[in-house]
């Protein structure tokens, strides 16, 4: 599936925006800024501190204030060679694979820019980055209560999603993926996935549990976004 995800970005690829600057100025807007007010939004209904530290698995984490800044700040600004035709919510749910043809179909595209403009051209980093948030973010885990979530005293969680051997070899090869040409981290995956479970935090509040494992599972790839930072590397 990952090489027939791969030959559709290629696909869209070929296809320029006619106004690229236009585009590049309306996506930025979806990262720093909309995470940081949907993240308002959550604090607002939740009464959850938006700046006080967090401990996830016995390790003290920043609050989430400062984790959306150090996160924006590992995404480079699009430039014009990210523009392009793209889907805008290229997650698992809204891909459909062929094993006959071996083939992708996909539904329900966003079409909207930041500013909510019907347009079918953005960062293509943001589709990459919405495959990173179903493979290695595993979303479809969550939604599905398939995690171990215990709260403690002062902002403390534990939370681990279980794997077997064969989720992590896919995860595995799907890191080792290039779509269009471009890499996973060359695209920013990790750090603009990390906004996303973040920026996602109000729109599961019918859930307060899945709402915690959400916020849980966005500082466990910020763990996982620190050593890289530092030049090494951690398991998830």
Known sequence: MFRALD??????????????SREIAT?????????????????????????GAWTLNGRLLPSLREIVEVVAAAVPPPAEPDIRVIHGDLCFSNVLY???????KLIDPRALNGLGEPT???DRRYDLAKLHHSVIGLYDFIIAGRYRLELGPERGITFDVPREPRIREIQE??????????S????ASLPISIL???SMLPLHADEPKRQTAMLANAL????????????GVEPA
């Open 196 to 198: 996303f479970f973040l």
């Open 220 to 231: 466990r790839l910020y763990r996982e976004l620190e050593p890289t930072r530092r030049g």
């Open 27 to 51: 996506t930025i807007p979806l990262y720093r800024e909309k995470t940081l007010e949907r993240l308002e939004r959550f604090a607002a209904t939740t009464g959850t501190s938006l700046d």
């Open 7 to 20: 030959e559709w970005v290629s696909a869209c690829a070929e296809y320029q925006s006619e106004d690229p």
């Open 98 to 104: 062929d094993f006959r043809t071996q083939q992708v």
């Open 173 to 182: 090869e799907f890191l080792a993926t290039r779509f269009g040409g471009l």
């Open 184 to 187: 996973l981290c060359d695209a």
């Open 120 to 122: 079918i051209h953005g």
